[in-house]
């Protein structure tokens, strides 16, 4: 769903919003390693896939070919008043390269974004990363609610 096509590339990695070259199978492993014992099914992959407004993916393009997907995240947002970070995840052989960083680096200056009033995001652990980016804790709570179905992740 994503309006255009947007890459940002550093050193021997890409980021790119191209849906093409997402590959469900390799992202899948990563989503299970972020979602931990709730996983994630085919089906619901490929869901959220769909109904996500703009996906982003990161390759390692050095020597190898097909380039791996080492990094993703996404967006779901109507590109003018709400935008909601989630799934942001580096492949666990992959962490520690500073490549959350490229991937934010790359949220931030995605043009379709630029513009949202109120950029939001669900995390457990890591709010120095989103710092970074202006992220804070609501400002106004007061005016915040959430629904969870009963057994929900995440609680």
Known sequence: MCLR???LQHED???STDER???PAELQPM?????GEDGISRQQLLRQ???STILFGLYYIGKTQPWPLV???RVVSDLTRIAYLADV???EDWQGRGLGKLLMNSV????DLASVRVHCLETENAHGLYRRYGFRPIARPQYWMEKRRPGAPWK
Do not use: D, K, W
Request: hydrophobic share 45%; net charge neutral; proline share 4%.
């Open 31 to 35: 989503l299970n390693q972020l979602y």
């Open 108 to 111: 931030a200056s995605h043009p």
């Open 5 to 7: 096509t947007f890459q």
């Open 71 to 73: 990094g993703f995240c």
């Open 13 to 15: 990695y890409l980021v």
């Open 21 to 23: 070259r997402l590959n």
């Open 89 to 91: 995840v580096i492949a």
């Open 49 to 51: 896939l769909e109904h």
